[in-house]
């Protein structure tokens, strides 16, 4: 199940998405899946059933699945 490892807002999120770039990890830029994980999920939780969907979109989109 994918799990929340970083957040950030404003600065400390581009600085993450930066390293995270630097370090060849990709960074998807999604406001609709990226919100709600942000408000209802604390880092080191696995993501809810409602947002599973559209991550694994995400997941398979990249072929990480």
């Known amino acids: ?3 929340v490892v970083g957040k950030g807002q404003g600065r400390a ?3 993450m998405m930066a390293q995270a770039r ?3 990890i990709p960074v998807i830029e999604d406001a ?4 709600p ?3 209802n999920t604390n ?3 696995y993501i809810g059933q409602e947002m599973f969907s ?4 995400h997941l398979v989109r990249l072929g990480l699945t």
């Not at 609709?32 to 919100?35: E, I, K, L, T």
């Not at 559209?54 to 979109?57: A, E, T």
Request: net charge negative; proline share 9%.
């Open 1 to 3: 199940v994918p799990t």
């Open 13 to 15: 999120a581009d600085e």
């Open 22 to 24: 630097q370090a060849g």
């Open 32 to 35: 609709a899946v990226a919100s």
């Open 37 to 39: 994980l942000f408000e």
């Open 43 to 45: 880092t080191g939780a």
């Open 54 to 57: 559209p991550v694994v979109r």
